[in-house]
Protein backbone atom coordinates (compact mmCIF):
# COMPACT_ATOMS: atom_id res chain seq x y z
CA UNK A 1 0.00 0.00 0.00
CA UNK A 2 1.75 3.10 -1.11
CA UNK A 3 -0.75 5.42 -0.17
CA UNK A 4 -2.79 5.99 3.43
CA UNK A 5 -6.29 4.72 3.59
CA UNK A 6 -9.21 6.88 3.22
CA UNK A 7 -11.02 8.08 6.39
CA UNK A 8 -14.49 7.15 6.11
CA UNK A 9 -17.44 9.66 7.39
CA UNK A 10 -20.64 8.81 9.15
CA UNK A 11 -23.40 8.62 6.39
CA UNK A 12 -21.52 8.64 3.66
CA UNK A 13 -22.11 7.00 0.82
CA UNK A 14 -19.99 4.06 -0.50
CA UNK A 15 -19.37 3.95 -4.34
CA UNK A 16 -17.95 1.56 -6.61
CA UNK A 17 -15.44 3.36 -7.08
CA UNK A 18 -14.21 4.07 -3.08
CA UNK A 19 -14.06 0.12 -2.81
CA UNK A 20 -12.02 -0.28 -5.78
CA UNK A 21 -9.81 2.58 -5.12
CA UNK A 22 -9.68 1.77 -1.29
CA UNK A 23 -10.06 -2.62 -1.06
CA UNK A 24 -9.51 -3.76 -4.59
CA UNK A 25 -6.63 -1.82 -5.62
CA UNK A 26 -4.60 -2.30 -2.98
CA UNK A 27 -4.97 -5.92 -2.62
CA UNK A 28 -3.72 -6.12 -6.68
CA UNK A 29 -0.57 -4.38 -5.05
CA UNK A 30 0.23 -6.44 -2.15
CA UNK A 31 -0.08 -9.48 -5.48
CA UNK A 32 1.86 -7.48 -8.05
CA UNK A 33 4.57 -8.58 -9.84
CA UNK A 34 8.12 -7.78 -8.26
CA UNK A 35 9.64 -4.23 -10.06
CA UNK A 36 12.96 -4.38 -11.62
CA UNK A 37 15.54 -1.90 -11.05
CA UNK A 38 19.13 -1.80 -12.00
CA UNK A 39 20.88 -1.19 -8.29
CA UNK A 40 24.27 1.16 -8.68
CA UNK A 41 27.56 -0.97 -7.70
CA UNK A 42 29.96 1.42 -5.78
CA UNK A 43 33.58 0.66 -3.67
CA UNK A 44 34.65 2.90 -1.00
CA UNK A 45 37.88 3.60 -3.08
CA UNK A 46 37.47 2.96 -6.94
CA UNK A 47 34.08 1.83 -8.59
CA UNK A 48 34.16 -0.91 -10.41
CA UNK A 49 32.70 -1.18 -13.70
CA UNK A 50 30.62 -3.72 -14.71
CA UNK A 51 31.48 -4.21 -18.46
CA UNK A 52 30.06 -7.11 -20.25
CA UNK A 53 28.62 -8.77 -16.79
CA UNK A 54 25.05 -8.29 -15.81
CA UNK A 55 23.40 -6.74 -13.03
CA UNK A 56 19.75 -6.83 -12.06
CA UNK A 57 17.49 -5.59 -9.31
CA UNK A 58 14.45 -6.91 -8.17
CA UNK A 59 11.97 -5.77 -5.32
CA UNK A 60 8.37 -5.87 -4.38
CA UNK A 61 7.17 -2.73 -1.56
CA UNK A 62 4.00 -3.07 0.41
CA UNK A 63 3.61 -0.18 2.70
CA UNK A 64 6.87 0.77 3.89
CA UNK A 65 8.40 -2.83 3.89
CA UNK A 66 10.48 -3.65 0.68
CA UNK A 67 11.72 -7.34 0.17
CA UNK A 68 14.75 -6.66 -3.14
CA UNK A 69 16.98 -9.42 -4.47
CA UNK A 70 19.96 -8.00 -6.10
CA UNK A 71 21.96 -10.65 -8.54
CA UNK A 72 25.60 -10.09 -10.17
CA UNK A 73 27.57 -11.84 -12.73
CA UNK A 74 30.43 -10.63 -13.73
CA UNK A 75 31.73 -10.80 -17.33
CA UNK A 76 35.17 -10.89 -19.09
CA UNK A 77 35.27 -6.93 -19.03
CA UNK A 78 34.44 -6.48 -15.28
CA UNK A 79 36.44 -4.77 -13.65
CA UNK A 80 36.41 -4.71 -9.65
CA UNK A 81 37.36 -1.56 -8.31
CA UNK A 82 39.01 -1.50 -4.81
CA UNK A 83 37.62 -0.93 -1.70
CA UNK A 84 34.17 -2.21 0.06
CA UNK A 85 31.24 -3.19 -1.84
CA UNK A 86 27.72 -1.73 -2.02
CA UNK A 87 24.60 -1.85 -4.11
CA UNK A 88 21.90 1.29 -4.27
CA UNK A 89 19.01 -0.21 -2.46
CA UNK A 90 15.38 0.55 -4.17
CA UNK A 91 14.47 2.99 -1.54
CA UNK A 92 16.18 4.68 1.43
CA UNK A 93 15.91 2.76 4.87
CA UNK A 94 14.21 3.89 7.41
CA UNK A 95 16.38 5.51 10.57
CA UNK A 96 14.75 2.83 13.26
CA UNK A 97 17.78 2.62 14.98
CA UNK A 98 18.55 -0.74 13.75
CA UNK A 99 20.20 -2.85 11.07
CA UNK A 100 18.64 -5.21 9.02
CA UNK A 101 20.43 -8.00 8.01
CA UNK A 102 19.22 -10.58 4.33
CA UNK A 103 21.38 -13.54 3.02
CA UNK A 104 24.32 -13.02 0.03
CA UNK A 105 25.57 -16.09 -1.11
CA UNK A 106 28.67 -15.57 -3.47
CA UNK A 107 29.03 -18.37 -6.21
CA UNK A 108 32.80 -18.45 -7.07
CA UNK A 109 34.12 -21.99 -7.48
CA UNK A 110 32.76 -22.58 -3.99
CA UNK A 111 29.25 -21.08 -2.76
CA UNK A 112 29.89 -18.51 0.14
CA UNK A 113 27.50 -17.76 2.79
CA UNK A 114 27.21 -14.21 4.26
CA UNK A 115 24.92 -11.62 5.25
CA UNK A 116 24.09 -8.40 3.68
CA UNK A 117 23.53 -5.51 5.73
CA UNK A 118 21.54 -2.58 5.70
CA UNK A 119 22.19 0.26 8.64
CA UNK A 120 19.92 2.71 10.00
CA UNK A 121 19.03 5.41 6.75
CA UNK A 122 21.24 4.11 4.67
CA UNK A 123 20.79 3.77 0.45
CA UNK A 124 23.19 0.97 0.03
CA UNK A 125 23.32 -2.91 1.37
CA UNK A 126 26.58 -4.74 2.02
CA UNK A 127 27.42 -8.04 1.61
CA UNK A 128 29.26 -9.44 4.11
CA UNK A 129 31.54 -12.70 4.15
CA UNK A 130 34.10 -14.85 6.43
CA UNK A 131 37.54 -13.77 5.76
CA UNK A 132 38.64 -16.92 4.47
CA UNK A 133 37.81 -20.31 4.11
CA UNK A 134 38.54 -21.02 7.94
CA UNK A 135 37.26 -18.47 9.87
CA UNK A 136 33.91 -17.13 11.16
CA UNK A 137 34.42 -14.02 11.49
CA UNK A 138 33.18 -11.82 8.59
CA UNK A 139 34.15 -8.68 6.53
CA UNK A 140 32.46 -6.46 3.62
CA UNK A 141 33.03 -8.12 0.41
CA UNK A 142 35.99 -6.52 -1.92
CA UNK A 143 37.90 -7.41 -4.85
CA UNK A 144 39.76 -10.01 -2.81
CA UNK A 145 37.95 -10.86 -0.07
CA UNK A 146 36.42 -13.54 0.25
CA UNK A 147 38.75 -14.46 -2.75
CA UNK A 148 39.76 -12.92 -5.79
CA UNK A 149 36.88 -12.18 -8.12
CA UNK A 150 36.82 -13.06 -11.50
CA UNK A 151 34.39 -13.72 -14.83
CA UNK A 152 31.69 -15.80 -14.24
CA UNK A 153 31.31 -15.23 -10.22
CA UNK A 154 27.62 -14.40 -9.52
CA UNK A 155 26.73 -13.03 -6.15
CA UNK A 156 23.02 -12.89 -4.87
CA UNK A 157 21.67 -10.90 -1.83
CA UNK A 158 17.58 -10.74 -0.72
CA UNK A 159 16.66 -8.68 1.91
CA UNK A 160 13.67 -6.97 3.87
CA UNK A 161 13.73 -3.90 5.23
CA UNK A 162 11.77 -0.84 6.27
CA UNK A 163 11.58 2.02 3.80
CA UNK A 164 12.07 5.70 5.12
CA UNK A 165 8.58 6.79 3.43
Not at 2 to 28: C, I, K
Not at 126 to 152: D, E, I, K, R, Y
Amino acid sequence: MTFAPRTWNAGETVTDTMLNTEVRDQFNEMFAAWTSYTPAWTAATTNPVLGNGTLAGRYLKVGRTCTAHINLITGSTTTYGAGNYAWALPFAAANAGCSYVGHAHLLAGTRWMGQTVISPAATTASPFFPTNSTTTTASFLQPTVPVTLASGHQLRMTFTYETAS
